[in-house]
C-alpha cells in the first residue's frame, strides 16, 4: 500500500483473486443513478448476496469514490407526517437535528455471515479528513465462505459510493507468489550508519519496499539519479522502479540539520562581533590617553 497515487498503473485483479457477482438488495435506501444512494432515515441497509460464494481464500471488502452528504431525517417527512406529531415532539425533533449537517465522521456498519466490522469515513470538515475516499475492510480466513453482506447506513442523507464489492484471494497459490515475489529482491546491500544501498533486477514496474521507519529525513537515488522516497505499507520506506536492473541507494539526513549548524554558525560570529566591539573601544581610548 502506498500513500502516494499516481506513480503506477491501479493494479488489476489476477488469476488469483477474484470479485464475485453479488446482487443487491435496499432496506430503507432509494438509489438515485448508478452511484448515489439516498437514506431518508438514519439505518437504512444495503446488502449484497453473492451469488456464487468463494471457499478457501481470504475476503475484503471494497467501497471506492465513497461520499457522504447530511440531511435531516425532517426532511423527509410529509406535511401530513409533521402535522401528526405533536407540537412538543416537533420542537424536541427539530432541536435535536438543528446541527444535524455538522456531522464529521461516518461509520458504515458491516454485518456478514463470517463477521463483523465497521468502516470510517472523515468528512472534509472532519479535523481527522485526509483526503481519504477509498477503503478495504479485510475479514480474513475462514473455512466458511462470505455469501451475504450488509452495509449499515447510520444516518439520514446522500451516500456516494463509485464500487462497492467483495474480492477473493484464493490461498492455494500463496506459497508460489510468496516466492515469486522474494526473486527480486535487493542484491550486495552495503549498511552504512545513515545509508543503505544495493543491487535489483525487476522484470516489470515495481516498487522496492525497504522495511527501514519512513521518515522526512530519507533521500533515495536510483542509478545516481535522485527519485521520490515513497511511504510504503504505511510505515516503511519504498521507491518505484522500472523493469532492469539498478542501483538503488537510500541515504538519511536529520531535517533541519543543516540549516541548525548554519543558524548556530551565524550565532558564534554574531556573538564574537558583539564581544569585539566592546574591546576595540577600550583600546581605541586608551589610545586616545
Known amino acids: 500500500m502506498l500513500e502516494e497515487t499516481g506513480l503506477l498503473p491501479e493494479a488489476e485483479l489476477t488469476g488469483d483473486t477474484v470479485s464475485p457477482a453479488a446482487e443487491m438488495e435496499l432496506d430503507g435506501v432509494q438509489q438515485l443513478d448508478e452511484t448515489t444512494y439516498y437514506a431518508p432515515q438514519d439505518g437504512g441497509r444495503i446488502t449484497l448476496t453473492i451469488a456464487q460464494p468463494v471457499a478457501d481464500c481470504e475476503t475484503v471488502f471494497v467501497v471506492q469514490g465513497m461520499q457522504y452528504t447530511a440531511t435531516s431525517p425532517l426532511d423527509a417527512m410529509s406535511e401530513e407526517e409533521l402535522s401528526a406529531i405533536s407540537a412538543h415532539d416537533r420542537r424536541s425533533l427539530q432541536k435535536q437535528y438543528a446541527h444535524f449537517w455538522r456531522k464529521d465522521s461516518v461509520y458504515l456498519r458491516l454485518l456478514s455471515n463470517i463477521g463483523e466490522g465497521r468502516i470510517e469515513y472523515n468528512r472534509p470538515n472532519s479535523q481527522y479528513y485526509c483526503g481519504r475516499h477509498d477503503f478495504v475492510y479485510n475479514f480474513g480466513t475462514s473455512d466458511e465462505p462470505l455469501?451475504?453482506?450488509?452495509?449499515?447506513?447510520?444516518?439520514?442523507?446522500?451516500?456516494?459510493?463509485?464500487?462497492?464489492?467483495?474480492?477473493?484471494?484464493?490461498?492455494?497459490?500463496?506459497?508460489?507468489?510468496?516466492?515469486?515475489?522474494?526473486?527480486?529482491?535487493?542484491?550486495?546491500?552495503?549498511?552504512?550508519?545513515?545509508?543503505?544501498?544495493?543491487?535489483?533486477?525487476?522484470?516489470?514496474?515495481?516498487?522496492?519496499?525497504?522495511?527501514?521507519?519512513?521518515?522526512?529525513?530519507?533521500?533515495?537515488?536510483?542509478?545516481?539519479?535522485?527519485?521520490?522516497?515513497?511511504?510504503?505499507?504505511?510505515?516503511?520506506?519504498?521507491?518505484?522502479?522500472?523493469?532492469?536492473?539498478?542501483?538503488?541507494?537510500?541515504?538519511?539526513?536529520?531535517?533541519?540539520?543543516?540549516?541548525?549548524?548554519?543558524?548556530?554558525?551565524?550565532?558564534?560570529?554574531?556573538?564574537?562581533?558583539?564581544?569585539?566591539?566592546?574591546?576595540?573601544?577600550?583600546?581605541?581610548?586608551?589610545?586616545?590617553?
Open 147 to 289: 455469501q451475504q453482506i450488509t452495509i449499515v447506513l447510520p444516518f439520514a442523507g446522500y451516500y456516494q459510493f463509485d464500487r462497492l464489492a467483495v474480492e477473493c484471494q484464493k490461498l492455494d497459490t500463496v506459497a508460489v507468489r510468496a516466492e515469486n515475489l522474494g526473486a527480486e529482491n535487493l542484491q550486495n546491500v552495503t549498511l552504512g550508519t545513515n545509508s543503505l544501498g544495493g543491487e535489483i533486477t525487476t522484470t516489470r514496474s515495481s516498487v522496492l519496499v525497504v522495511q527501514l521507519p519512513y521518515s522526512t529525513g530519507w533521500s533515495v537515488t536510483v542509478d545516481g539519479t535522485p527519485a521520490q522516497v515513497l511511504r510504503a505499507d504505511t510505515a516503511f520506506l519504498g521507491v518505484a522502479l522500472e523493469p532492469g536492473s539498478h542501483t538503488v541507494a537510500f541515504t538519511y539526513k536529520t531535517p533541519g540539520l543543516t540549516a541548525g549548524a548554519a543558524l548556530s554558525a551565524a550565532g558564534v560570529v554574531l556573538l564574537a562581533a558583539i564581544w569585539a566591539v566592546p574591546a576595540l573601544r577600550k583600546k581605541s581610548k586608551k589610545r586616545r590617553k
